[in-house]
């Protein structure tokens, strides 16, 4: 076998390693946090799919600096699943959204969703620059809480948003979300000094994977009764349109990242590639 292809299969078993590493701390999680992760709900399959995201996208890094990141996809995905499945009224979904946002202002967590979202606070606080940052934190917390909030609403009365509509509450996908955590908990020093910017870069990326998410589970959220956006009179067609544009857009704003952040910029870029890839998303590759 070449030098080359040994290289790079050693690369790719590392990378493997660390996604196990780190899909052992999230079943630890997870046991933890027992009521937030039903197993029907929440396989092997599920842990695996995220964790191999989080190192494809950064397969630098060790798995103790990208626990935040884990962590905190696992609590997205945890609390739409309460918001999607559970959540019976809009009452309900608004007392999970006050609760969200009170622990991260510092209150005492009363519920499993709101104790893990505490944890994940503390975590962040261990690093000293978390202090200035906070409050960017929990605003991204209140797009990504309030957005899943009006799915709810958009689901509960039948609404068909436009596309521009439905892609202007991509911060229901919390991928925003999970990029901000991650580089307040582990980036380099320009990425903290930047991370309104950043922030504009990540949303883009949302915008993209919030409709690759809807393409890969329309079946899946057929037979739920989920949103879906080719379920709201957008074709196929359009949609693709929409992710060829969203990539080579999201791309482009990347690519004066490489200057000051390479890794930053690369992270991002591994995660458009990866989940295109991971979901047999043929026409990302037509797109970037």
């Not at 709900?41 to 191999?52: C, E, K, N, S």
């Not at 510092?106 to 709101?114: E, F, H, L």
């Not at 000094?193 to 890969?216: K, M, N």
Request: aromatic share 10%; charged share 25%.
């Amino acid at each position: 076998m070449p030098y080359g292809e040994l290289d790079e299969a050693f690369e790719l078993g590392r990378t493997c390693a660390l996604a196990a590493e780190c899909g052992r701390d999230l079943r630890g999680c997870a046991q933890m946090y027992r009521p937030l992760f039903p197993p029907a709900a929440f396989g092997a399959g599920r842990y695996d799919a995220l964790t191999l995201a989080t190192a494809f996208s950064a397969p630098w890094a060790t798995a103790d600096r990208l626990k935040v990141a884990n962590r905190a996809a696992l609590w997205v995905l945890a609390v739409d699943r309460l918001v999607d499945h559970t959540a019976n009224t809009r009452e309900q979904v608004d007392r999970l959204t006050r609760e969200c946002l009170s622990v991260a202002d510092g209150a005492v967590p009363r519920t499993a969703a709101a104790r893990f979202l505490a944890d994940l606070r503390d975590e962040l606080a261990t690093v000293k620059e978390f202090g200035e940052l906070r409050w960017l934190w929990r605003d991204q917390l209140a797009r990504t809480s309030h957005g899943m909030a009006r799915n709810w609403v958009w689901r509960d009365t039948g609404a068909s948003p436009p596309l521009g509509g439905y892609l202007g509450n991509a911060d229901s996908r919390g991928s925003c979300f999970v990029d901000l955590s991650h580089w307040i908990y582990a980036s380099d020093d320009w990425a903290r000094a930047h991370l309104e910017e950043l922030r504009g870069v990540s949303r883009h990326v949302q915008r993209y994977l919030h409709l690759l998410g809807d393409v890969v589970s329309y079946r899946k959220d057929m037979s739920w009764g989920d949103l879906n956006v080719l379920a709201l009179g957008v074709s196929r067609a359009e949609v693709t349109e929409a992710m060829a544009r969203l990539a080579g857009e999201a791309l482009a704003l990347l690519e004066p990242l490489r200057e000051h952040s390479p890794r930053t910029a690369v992270h991002l870029r591994r995660r458009l590639g990866f989940q295109a890839g991971f979901h047999g998303f043929s026409d990302y590759g037509r797109s970037a």
